[in-house]
C-alpha cells in the first residue's frame, strides 16, 4: 500500500501524510486556536508521547508603542528542548526533536524499504555513529519558532499577526461559516487569551515594530531568543520553497541556514483551468466512483454532525477517531508519530481548530475513516494541511482511496483548483500533487564550534548527498 511507505531510503523523507499541502483559495485560517489549546493543557495530556520534561512550549508576545502605550500586536509559540535526546527511555516527538527528526526516521526507511541487508547493517552502524556524535554534540538544544508540533507548521506572514489583533470575535464560529468567508479574518477574543496566556513566562516589546518589516521583526526576535537562550539553536519547521520562500529568504538573509528536512507533495490551485485535467485524472475519477459505489454501507459526515453526536471525549466515535488513525501510524512504527489523545481530537473537533471528516459505517455504526485538515492564509494564497489521517486497516473496503477523494472534494469545494504536474507514477502525483523540498531554517551563529558542527555536517550530507539522490529518482 502507497500510504504505509516511506519513499526513500534517505533519511529526510516523511512517512506518508496524503495530499500534504493544498493551496486554496476563498477560506480563512484560525490557526491561532492551536495556541489556546496548548496553552489550556499541558501537552501531554494533548499529544501523549510528548515528553514534558524535554520540551515545553511558551508564548512570546509581541507589542508595538503606539502613543506610548504598548499594543500587543501578536503571540509566537516557541517550543523548547531541554537538549536531553531520550528521558526514561523515550524519544520525544519528531516535530520536537531534531535528533529524532533525523536519527529514528533514518532507521524506519532503512527498515521498511526492501534494502539489502548488508547495507542496511553498514547504515546502521553509520547512523549509530552520528546518533553518538548528535547526542554528544546536543544537537536536540534547541528551540522552534511557531512550532505546532504537527507533522507540517503552516504560517502567517510574521506581520500578518496584526490580522489577529485581540478584538471580540467568533472564535466560536461555525467552520463552515468561516471557510465561506473568505476575507473575513479571524479575531480574538482579548479576555480569553490573556487569562490563558498567563503560562506565558516572557514578555517581548518590539519598540522598533512601528513600520514591520518581516526582516527586521525575525531579527529582533532571533536577537531576542538567542540572547534569553544563548545555548539553543533557533530554527523554524515546515518552510517549503513553493509556498514560504519569503520566510525562507528573509531568514536566509540574517544569518539562517535552510537544511531540507523532507519532500512534500503540493497542490497549486492557482489557475482555474487546470482543475478540468485533474478532475480529468482516471485516478481522481476513480476514486470518486469508489465513493458512489460504498454510499449504501458508508455516510460520510463532518464536524457539524459529529458536534451534534459529540457531548464529550469519551464517546466512543471520539475513541474510533483516535483508534483508526493509530491503526495506521502507530505501532511498527509509532517511535515516528503523533499520538494524538482523545482530548485533543475531541477540544479540536468541538472548538471547529481541525475540520474533520470521517467515514462512518452504517451497519456497525462505527468511523472506519477519518480526516483532519486545517487552513492558514500565506501572503494571500490559502494553504491547507492534514495532520489527521486514519482507517481501519482491516476493512476491505478501499478507505485511503476514498478518504483522498473527500480531501480533494473538500478543497474543490472550497474553489481549489488542481495544478497538473507531471512526474513520477504515484499515488499523490497521479492525483495532482508536485513534490516539494520542505527545510527546516537554523540560526547556529551564537553557538560555539562543536555545536555547530553537526549541523553543518547535516547540512553537507543533506544538501550535497541526499537532495541530489531523491531529485534524481525522483523520490
Ligand atoms: C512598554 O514596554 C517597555 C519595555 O518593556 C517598558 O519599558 C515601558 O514601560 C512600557 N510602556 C508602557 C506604557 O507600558
Ligand atoms: C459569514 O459569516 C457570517 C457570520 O457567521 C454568516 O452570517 C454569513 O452567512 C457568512 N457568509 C458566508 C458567505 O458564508
Ligand atoms: C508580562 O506582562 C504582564 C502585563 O504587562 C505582567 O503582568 C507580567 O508580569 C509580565 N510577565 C513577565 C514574565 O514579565
Ligand atoms: C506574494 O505572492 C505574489 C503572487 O504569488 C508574489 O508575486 C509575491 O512576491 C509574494 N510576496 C512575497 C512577499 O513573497
Ligand atoms: C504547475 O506546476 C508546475 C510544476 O510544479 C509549475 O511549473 C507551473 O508553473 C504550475 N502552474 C500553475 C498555473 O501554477
Ligand atoms: C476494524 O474493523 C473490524 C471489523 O472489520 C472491527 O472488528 C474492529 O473493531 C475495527 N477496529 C477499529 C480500531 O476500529
Redesign the pocket.
Known sequence: MVQKKCSTLILLIPLNQIAQLVVMKGAADRILDFFELYSKYPLNQLISNIDVESSQMQFIRISKQVDSKNVTIGYVPITINTGNVKHNGNYNIFTLSPYHHYISYGRVELEINNINKWIVQFTNLIIDLFSYFFIWTKLDKTLIIGNLMLSTNLYNNLYNIKNNLLENS?ST??QD??L??GT?SILYNSGNIDSQLKLMNTNYTLESLNQIEDNELYSELTKFLTSKFPQHSVMMRSLNDKIYSPILNTLSKIGYCPIPSRMIYTLNTLDKDTIQSTLKKRDVKDDKKLLNKYKNSYTIIGNNELREKINDMNHKYIEQMVNVYNMLYIGKYSECNIQFSKLFVYETLKNNIINYKCILNNERDEIDGVIGYFIKTFNNTRVMTCPVLGYNTSVSAPLYRMLSSILLQDAIHFNVFFNQSSGASIFKMNRGCSPAVEYSSIYIKHLPFYRRLPWSLLNTLINYIAVPIMEHYKL
Open positions: 467568533g464560529m461555525n461559516d468561516f465561506n468567508n473575513q
